[in-house]
């Protein structure tokens, strides 16, 4: 299994004044209260991903946008932006500091002052002798804009100087896995065309649907023999045929649909990581099985390391029995958010899920202990 | 709520959901139920005050062995607020300290910091250490069930009942020679009601590493 992320370090993003998450798995859950940081957590690694690309391909906006509007925030970067900073002190710096295989080390800031909005990195200290030739007293990088920034952003150096190859060679594959970061929440799930018009080709063009139909059938107990678009309203739609009939991926029970758009998104990535917030929503437990199951076997064969969040307990342990049973790493990482913002995370191997269960004592209620 | 039974996770679940229960303060890990039934029997007859929060936990689901000590390693790998840990073991076929020793070998095998077992006061069967962890020590009191001048073949909670029933004079001294075991004594469903229906004094003595590990949790 390709690991690449180990540890995620957060300041002041959101309601995290200090985070530090270390040693991830292949999988990641994140359980605790509401408001413990969880999904934070997982806008933060997005978030990060913004370095490389600021727009989210699949939902077709910028990321740092789409994280304000996904909680309801109105308005993008320009009206609402101060929601991404801990207690909207934009004073200082949001700090995200992501560590891969290899001790290489990546530290991402939002920095108030920047109206653009980008995602900047420090510079490495492994690069300065190389960078102080041509980029002397300039201290931050835009890797999408590839640009450099003085102090405090002071001044930016012009765009696509061409500075991105010796970045893309320092990090490595931890570039190409940032990248192709894929945030999967309600929000995507609500938006069956999204998936129909940007992923369903790759899908159809390595006829990756089989996979689906089959999960689908055995997992949910339906008739399913193929899927397909159905024209209706002048549009084409995704739909499941049946033994019968034919029914539209919207006209679905919540469940079966989420499991397709879920599997339907992961299918075509390789080698980097998939965000998944709370894919227990709608799921009965038997379909809750089907689809981790579905999707811890796609995140080995095509080296995804996954990072979910969930309230619930039967998810924990069906992803950590899972795991047992197909060879992959998986750790549950307990947060508990302090009034003052710090994050404290307890990290829970199988053994321990296991043993606290027998004992009766619930991992998602660990604040008691 | 001075003590929350752990098992079944109902007992727990709705004090926790309804927010009447928000922090343990310790966890006794008993051997089986019938120790956790015992603890909760003894404390109502003798009208113990508890003046923290004890979670029962029975450990007889962990397979692992030694099942305390997995219990043990997770606890103290993920508490942040719990100050001591107490453990409610059968001796076996050993003495008491070997007993207490064999958890405490099994700690530091697992890469655990325990200082060394210290006897409590006014119990040759209550032990105490502390386990060093990053955070804070922990304390963990082991008390060990059994009475070894007994000739059964295994020493288990059920010699206390024994005992218990010879200070009652429900049973002459020369039974416990004509059994193997406790159990074939007591049944293992009437330990309870022989408790309900003793004198405090000879529960007191009977039951008294059980009232010592709740005196060490408690103070």
């Given at each position: 299994m390709l690991l690449v992320l180990k540890s995620v370090s957060i300041k002041g993003f959101r309601g995290i004044k200090e985070c530090a998450i270390e040693d991830f798995s292949d999988v990641n859950i994140f359980i605790g209260?509401?408001?413990?940081?969880k999904s934070t957590v997982l806008e933060a690694i997005y978030a990060s991903s913004a370095w490389l690309n600021a727009v989210d391909e699949l939902r077709n906006r910028r990321k740092l946008d789409y994280i304000i509007e996904r909680r309801?925030?109105?308005?993008?970067w320009g009206s609402s932006r101060n929601i991404l900073w801990y207690l909207m002190d934009v004073e200082k710096d949001v700090e995200i500091k992501l560590s891969f295989a290899r001790k290489k080390e990546l530290r991402l800031k939002l920095i108030s002052k920047d109206f653009e909005g980008n995602v900047w990195s420090t510079l490495p200290a492994d690069l300065h002798y190389e960078l102080e030739k041509h980029w002397r007293g300039y201290v931050f990088y835009s890797y999408f804009k590839d640009k450099f920034g003085l102090p405090k952003l002071h001044s930016t150096s012009k765009e696509n100087i061409g500075a991105k190859e010796l970045f893309a060679k320092y990090y490595g594959d931890a570039i190409k896995f940032l990248e192709n970061i894929t945030f999967i929440d309600s929000w995507l799930l609500s938006k069956p065309d999204i998936v129909e018009r940007k992923v369903w080709p790759k899908i159809l063009a390595k006829r990756l649907d089989k996979l689906i139909v089959k999960s689908i059938r055995e997992g949910y107990r339906i008739d399913a023999e193929g899927l397909t678009y159905m024209p209706i309203g002048g549009v084409h739609v995704l739909a499941l045929q049946l033994s019968k009939t034919t029914v539209r991926v919207d006209d679905l029970g919540d469940g079966v649909k989420n499991a397709i758009l879920v599997s339907a998104t992961i299918?075509?990535?390789?080698k980097t990581a998939v965000l998944i917030e709370d894919p227990e929503i709608h799921q009965h437990p038997g379909g809750l099985a089907t689809l981790m199951d579905f999707t811890m076997r796609i995140a080995k064969k095509k080296h995804l390391q996954l990072f979910i969040s969930t309230h619930s307990i039967e998810l924990v342990r069906i992803v950590n029995k899972l795991c047992s049973e197909i060879g992959l790493e998986c750790k549950t990482f307990f947060l508990e958010r302090s009034s003052d913002g710090i994050v404290d995370v307890r990290t829970l191997e199988k053994v321990d899920v296991d043993t606290l269960l027998k004992l009766g004592l619930d991992p998602r209620l660990l604040h008691i202990i | 709520m001075p003590i929350v039974q752990l098992r079944p996770p109902e007992e727990s679940f709705d004090e926790i959901i309804f927010g009447k229960l928000v922090k343990l303060d310790a966890i006794i890990l008993c051997e089986g139920k019938t120790e956790v039934e015992t603890v909760k029997q003894i404390i109502e007859k003798l009208s113990i005050e508890i003046p923290i929060t004890i979670g029962l936990a029975d450990?007889?689901?962990?397979?692992?062995?030694?099942r305390e000590t997995w219990a043990i390693a997770a606890l103290v790998k993920v508490a942040r607020k719990l100050k001591n840990i107490g453990v409610l073991v059968d001796a076996e076929n050993q003495n008491y300290i070997d007993r207490a020793k064999s958890i405490i070998d099994s700690l530091r095998a697992k890469e655990f910091k325990v200082e060394d077992l210290k006897p409590v006061k006014n119990s040759q069967q209550v032990f105490e250490t502390i386990i060093c962890t990053d955070r804070k020590p922990i304390t963990l009191t082991i008390a060990v069930s059994g009475i070894?001048?007994?000739?059964?073949k295994k020493h288990t909670i059920e010699n206390h009942t024994v005992k218990l029933m010879l200070l009652e004079g429900k049973i002459e001294k020369n039974t416990i020679s004509k059994h193997e075991a406790a159990e074939e004594i007591v049944?293992?469903?009437?330990t309870l009601e022989i408790i309900k229906q003793a004198n405090r004094e000879n529960i007191k003595k009977a039951y008294n590493h059980i009232i010592q590990i709740l005196k060490q949790l408690t103070t």
């Amino acid at each position: 299994m390709l690991l690449v992320l180990k540890s995620v370090s957060i300041k002041g993003f959101r309601g995290i004044k200090e985070c530090a998450i270390e040693d991830f798995s292949d999988v990641n859950i994140f359980i605790g209260r509401n408001g413990a940081g969880k999904s934070t957590v997982l806008e933060a690694i997005y978030a990060s991903s913004a370095w490389l690309n600021a727009v989210d391909e699949l939902r077709n906006r910028r990321k740092l946008d789409y994280i304000i509007e996904r909680r309801a925030g109105r308005g993008g970067w320009g009206s609402s932006r101060n929601i991404l900073w801990y207690l909207m002190d934009v004073e200082k710096d949001v700090e995200i500091k992501l560590s891969f295989a290899r001790k290489k080390e990546l530290r991402l800031k939002l920095i108030s002052k920047d109206f653009e909005g980008n995602v900047w990195s420090t510079l490495p200290a492994d690069l300065h002798y190389e960078l102080e030739k041509h980029w002397r007293g300039y201290v931050f990088y835009s890797y999408f804009k590839d640009k450099f920034g003085l102090p405090k952003l002071h001044s930016t150096s012009k765009e696509n100087i061409g500075a991105k190859e010796l970045f893309a060679k320092y990090y490595g594959d931890a570039i190409k896995f940032l990248e192709n970061i894929t945030f999967i929440d309600s929000w995507l799930l609500s938006k069956p065309d999204i998936v129909e018009r940007k992923v369903w080709p790759k899908i159809l063009a390595k006829r990756l649907d089989k996979l689906i139909v089959k999960s689908i059938r055995e997992g949910y107990r339906i008739d399913a023999e193929g899927l397909t678009y159905m024209p209706i309203g002048g549009v084409h739609v995704l739909a499941l045929q049946l033994s019968k009939t034919t029914v539209r991926v919207d006209d679905l029970g919540d469940g079966v649909k989420n499991a397709i758009l879920v599997s339907a998104t992961i299918l075509p990535l390789e080698k980097t990581a998939v965000l998944i917030e709370d894919p227990e929503i709608h799921q009965h437990p038997g379909g809750l099985a089907t689809l981790m199951d579905f999707t811890m076997r796609i995140a080995k064969k095509k080296h995804l390391q996954l990072f979910i969040s969930t309230h619930s307990i039967e998810l924990v342990r069906i992803v950590n029995k899972l795991c047992s049973e197909i060879g992959l790493e998986c750790k549950t990482f307990f947060l508990e958010r302090s009034s003052d913002g710090i994050v404290d995370v307890r990290t829970l191997e199988k053994v321990d899920v296991d043993t606290l269960l027998k004992l009766g004592l619930d991992p998602r209620l660990l604040h008691i202990i | 709520m001075p003590i929350v039974q752990l098992r079944p996770p109902e007992e727990s679940f709705d004090e926790i959901i309804f927010g009447k229960l928000v922090k343990l303060d310790a966890i006794i890990l008993c051997e089986g139920k019938t120790e956790v039934e015992t603890v909760k029997q003894i404390i109502e007859k003798l009208s113990i005050e508890i003046p923290i929060t004890i979670g029962l936990a029975d450990c007889k689901g962990i397979t692992r062995v030694p099942r305390e000590t997995w219990a043990i390693a997770a606890l103290v790998k993920v508490a942040r607020k719990l100050k001591n840990i107490g453990v409610l073991v059968d001796a076996e076929n050993q003495n008491y300290i070997d007993r207490a020793k064999s958890i405490i070998d099994s700690l530091r095998a697992k890469e655990f910091k325990v200082e060394d077992l210290k006897p409590v006061k006014n119990s040759q069967q209550v032990f105490e250490t502390i386990i060093c962890t990053d955070r804070k020590p922990i304390t963990l009191t082991i008390a060990v069930s059994g009475i070894t001048q007994y000739s059964f073949k295994k020493h288990t909670i059920e010699n206390h009942t024994v005992k218990l029933m010879l200070l009652e004079g429900k049973i002459e001294k020369n039974t416990i020679s004509k059994h193997e075991a406790a159990e074939e004594i007591v049944g293992r469903e009437k330990t309870l009601e022989i408790i309900k229906q003793a004198n405090r004094e000879n529960i007191k003595k009977a039951y008294n590493h059980i009232i010592q590990i709740l005196k060490q949790l408690t103070t």
